[in-house]
């Protein structure tokens, strides 16, 4: 499927590819970037630009630091996913923590999420 793309936001892409924080990096290298299913990252959708995405599956990948469970970000966050929502999307929100903590559990979640999407899909 093809999303707007709000051209304006190209260079804050590329500045958010070269700049991730070190979960983005970590799931980026050594899981997502070798993975059976292709995933993209800082794919601009509409106004936003999401972590990692994966066509094929229609899937968004949203890594959250402390400052997504401060009240102002709740809600911007609750107005993305509303928003990726209405274009077919699922969104997952996986806790930074958990990318530090448990690697393999998040692995194992993601290609979970991923076959039961392309499941859905058939």
Same mark, same amino acid.
């Given at each position: 499927?093809?999303?707007?793309?709000?051209?304006?936001?190209?260079?804050?892409?590329?500045?958010?590819? $070269?700049?991730?924080? $070190?979960?983005?990096?970590?799931?980026?290298?050594?899981?997502?970037?070798?993975?059976?299913?292709?995933? @993209?990252?800082? $794919?601009? @959708?509409?106004?936003? @630009?999401?972590?990692?995405?994966?066509?094929?599956?229609?899937?968004?990948?949203?890594?959250?630091? +402390?400052?997504?469970?401060? #009240?102002?970000? @709740?809600?911007?966050?609750? #107005?993305?996913?509303?928003?990726? #929502?209405?274009?077919?999307? $699922?969104?997952?929100?996986?806790?930074?923590?958990?990318?530090?903590?448990?690697?393999?559990?998040?692995? #194992?979640?993601?290609? +979970?999420?991923?076959?039961?999407?392309?499941?859905?899909?058939?």
């Amino acid at each position: 499927m093809k999303y707007n793309h709000n051209k304006s936001l190209v260079g804050a892409g590329r500045l958010l590819r $070269k700049n991730m924080t $070190k979960e983005e990096r970590h799931l980026w290298y050594d899981f997502l970037r070798g993975y059976s299913v292709r995933f @993209i990252r800082q $794919k601009i @959708i509409g106004n936003y @630009i999401v972590d990692f995405y994966c066509a094929k599956a229609n899937l968004v990948i949203e890594l959250d630091g +402390s400052q997504h469970y401060e #009240e102002v970000a @709740i809600n911007k966050d609750n #107005e993305r996913t509303k928003y990726l #929502e209405g274009q077919g999307l $699922k969104v997952i929100r996986i806790p930074n923590n958990e990318v530090n903590n448990n690697f393999r559990g998040v692995c #194992e979640f993601i290609d +979970s999420e991923v076959r039961k999407s392309l499941s859905q899909l058939r």
